[in-house]
């Protein structure tokens, strides 16, 4: 089945930048995800790629697939301590076109002033 | 981003009661919306796809009976616990799609005693 990869655990120095790294297994996912939650909130959006795309960029955030690979990343820039939170991968699954999304354990970046 | 309330944010209850959870689309109308539960320090895990007008989709392991899923409108699902017991005490999230993207409410805390 579909499945979804993700380091546990990033931390880094304000001003730094973040690179947090995912992995997938379904070869025909169409879009993935990343989402930011912060405790005891939902998720946040934050951006999206379409799997036709290597890379996406969206202020201090870049986005790159190797479809390739199945590799996915999520760099922020300049990282800041209000960027400490969890952060999640996911994709779109293709069981009956619902858009089900399947995540992955979600990334933790603590960011150190 | 389109937003997406939840009501209540919190909710705690005896054991053997029923809770509904309401799920809002607030500015765009959303055929499918999703529930999730998610433990401490745990990813999300889907429990139901909730289709405006039909039954929702559960996932496999989620007992319908005991989470009772009603879509009603375009903007409005609703995920009823009956009989609550303290295993059933989580923090639930639910989702709508709007087109290639889904967007998240803020949660509910359930605290069964």
């Known amino acids: 089945g579909e499945d979804v990869e993700q380091s546990l655990f990033l931390s880094v120095r304000e001003g730094d930048s973040s690179v947090i790294n995912c992995t997938y297994t379904?070869?025909?996912?169409?879009?993935l995800y990343w989402y930011k939650q912060e405790p005891g909130a939902g998720l946040q959006l934050l951006t999206y790629?379409?799997?036709?795309?290597d890379m996406k960029q969206d202020q201090r955030l870049t986005v790159l697939l190797n479809k390739k690979d199945k590799h996915l990343s999520l760099r922020i820039a300049d990282t800041q301590t209000g960027d400490s939170a969890i952060y999640f991968c996911?994709?779109?699954?293709?069981?009956?076109?619902?858009?089900?999304?399947?995540f992955g354990q979600g990334t933790t970046l603590q960011v150190k002033p | 981003g389109a937003v997406v309330s939840q009501h209540p944010s919190w909710v705690i209850c005896k054991s053997g009661t029923s809770v509904k959870i309401e799920c809002r689309s607030l500015d765009f109308q959303a055929t499918t919306m999703f529930w999730y539960r998610q433990f401490p320090k745990q990813s999300l895990m889907l429990m139901a796809t909730?289709?405006?007008?039909?039954?929702?989709?559960?996932e496999q392991g989620v007992e319908k009976d005991k989470f009772l899923i009603n879509h009603a409108s375009l903007t409005l699902s609703t995920l009823t616990v009956t009989s609550a017991h303290p295993e059933d005490s989580s923090f639930y999230i639910c989702?709508?799609?709007?087109?290639?993207?889904?967007?998240f409410g803020p949660g509910t805390r359930l605290t069964v005693l």
């Open positions: 379904d070869s025909s996912s169409t879009y």
């Open positions: 909730s289709n405006e007008g039909s039954k929702a989709t559960y």
């Open positions: 989702s709508a799609r709007d087109f290639n993207e889904q967007f």
């Open positions: 996911a994709e779109s699954s293709r069981s009956g076109n619902t858009g089900k999304l399947i």
């Open positions: 790629i379409f799997s036709n795309m």
